[in-house]
């Protein structure tokens, strides 16, 4: 069965300092902002309307996670899924202007997910600025008590495919229609979001980042390296509203249609490089025990 969403859409962030958090973004990253007014921003690296989208807030917490529908009948498919999955749906109205349609609804454990229509291509293919300047945002992991279950709700509600696993449910990665090894990925943990990721062009970009961040006092948190799972080159940073940021290049795309999930022993406390980082340098405590709390959701 074909997935119900093509890609990742957006991730919608609350911060506690919305100029901070769009000066980060921009320097470092190297987004640009499309709009903002009311205390909402909305950033892109490419022609999409939106792709991270902040909101002034008290305080520092996901407020959503966007996945791209094919189109409005899917949107309604996975209205009447979440339904029969017995998860709570939060709302049929979209949250940008830009989206025709959209469901919203939470994971057993919180997690928040609207299914939209495709987000309009509005902007110019390239734009001039600091940062790196990724392709596009690519995929996000969740931080989940129950990673084996919010899986399988993702799975069973949005026709997500298992591309990967540990042999103890400890992460799980779940393609999209777009056949790339992850959009979403789920590994245990309190319940939140573990990271949001960039794709970025080539190796290059990864020196240019850890040039950035050291100019302004800062590291990376892991990285660079090479994920097994998925096969792609990584680093990851702090961003200063405190989410953990991987960007990637190189991720594997599954084409085969029968293709069946690789299970992976991750070893004691991810210490197997075959699996989290084959040119061997394991996570850090700072990396693994990584998450931001979902703010509680707001119906409509």
């Known amino acids: ?5 093509q890609r990742l859409g957006y991730v919608a962030l609350n911060v506690a300092d919305i100029d901070i958090a769009i000066e980060d973004a921009c320097t470092v990253a190297g987004v640009r902002v499309v709009e903002r007014e009311n205390g909402r921003a ?12 902040l909101y002034a807030s008290n305080s ?9 529908a094919h189109n409005v009948d899917v949107v309604a498919a996975v209205r009447r899924r979440a339904e029969q999955a017995g998860l709570t749906v939060l709302s049929e109205r979209p949250s940008l202007p830009c989206i025709d349609r959209s469901v919203t609804f939470a994971t057993s454990e919180g997690h928040i997910f609207e299914v939209h229509t495709p987000i309009p291509l509005t902007q110019p293919v390239r734009h001039t600025g600091p940062g790196i300047r990724p392709r596009c945002l690519d995929h996000v992991n969740l931080s989940s008590r129950d990673s084996e279950a919010i899986s399988n709700e993702l799975q069973t509600v949005l026709g997500l495919r298992q591309s990967e696993r540990t042999t103890g449910h400890e992460i ?24 949001f990721s960039w794709e970025f062009a080539s190796f290059d970009d990864f020196k240019r980042l850890g040039d ?17 799972a998925g096969d792609n080159l990584f680093a990851c940073y702090i961003d ?6 991987e960007c990637i290049a190189e ?7 029968n293709h069946q999930a690789r299970i992976a022993d991750p070893g004691e406390n991810l210490s197997n490089p075959k699996v989290v980082n084959r040119w061997g340098a394991l996570p850090p405590r700072l ?6 709390p979902f703010a509680p959701p707001i119906t409509a």
């Open 212 to 228: 950035t961040l050291d100019a302004q006092g800062r590291f990376l948190v892991w990285g660079p390296g090479r994920h097994g």
């Open 251 to 257: 991720m594997e795309v599954i084409e085969d249609e």
């Open 1 to 5: 069965m074909r997935p119900m969403v």
């Open 60 to 68: 520092d917490s996901v407020r959503s996670i966007g996945l791209q």
């Open 240 to 245: 200063r509203s405190g989410f953990l940021v």
């Open 172 to 195: 799980v990665w779940m393609r999209a229609a777009d056949n790339r090894h992850h959009t979403v990925a789920t590994v245990k943990g309190p319940s939140g979001l573990h990271h």
């Open 287 to 292: 990396w693994t025990e990584h998450f931001v």
């Open 42 to 53: 909305l950033l892109t690296s490419n022609q999409r309307h939106a792709e991270l989208i």
